[in-house]
């Protein structure tokens, strides 16, 4: 057992090591058996937090993760964290004003984490295989051009495990929110993960 945390204490430096030598915008942490993202990444990833535009923590054993987490990762466009125990997000995800795409798939979500509409650039919300039993967004108005309203799930479609939006432009697909309130100025296309 030691033996297996040592290896995966290892894998982890020297994925963490990778990004900072290469200079890369990408910090892959997937299947590395994390319960917590490791504090002493912080003070490696220091000089280069800015830079880093993806993080990956997919598969691994999280519960949650810290308001330091979104506030030092600010400058993120993608976040990978399908295939966790994930049951809610910090408020300090609103930081994220650059985030485009965030990955929930396969978590613990009963509730869609509102503070995601709360965020100009998301495109892509996938919270595929969670058990959400609250509202979702769903589109309103004509052709679902000026608002976000919340649709209670027993109206979709029965056993739906999840919901993935993601923008495209068929019409009448569309999520927006008024422009210049700081709100997104679109989030496009939900459906289950039927």
Request: glycine residues 8%; positive net charge; proline residues 6%.
């Amino acid at each position: 057992m030691l033996k297996k945390m040592g290896e995966a204490v290892a894998r982890v430096a020297r994925k963490v090591n990778e990004t900072v030598e290469s200079g890369s915008d990408t910090l892959d942490l997937a299947e590395c058996k994390l319960v917590a993202f490791p504090i002493g990444i912080y003070k490696v990833l220091r000089n280069v937090t800015d830079q880093i535009q993806l993080i990956t923590l997919a598969n691994n054993e999280l519960k949650s993760l810290t308001s330091k987490f979104m506030t030092t990762f600010c400058q993120l466009r993608e976040l990978r964290l399908e295939g966790n125990f994930l049951h809610r997000l910090p408020n300090e995800v609103s930081t994220l004003q650059h985030l485009k795409a965030i990955d929930l798939s396969r978590n613990q979500f009963r509730d869609f984490p509102e503070q995601l509409t709360t965020l100009p650039a998301l495109e892509t919300i996938n919270l595929e295989e969670n058990d959400i039993v609250g509202e979702r967004p769903r589109p309103c108005g004509p052709r679902a051009s000026h608002c976000l309203q919340f649709l209670p799930l027993p109206s979709l479609s029965a056993g739906a495990h999840g919901v993935t939006g993601h923008r495209h432009g068929a019409p009448g697909s569309d999520l927006h929110r008024h422009k210049g309130q700081g709100e997104p100025s679109s989030l496009r296309h939900l459906s289950t993960g039927h």
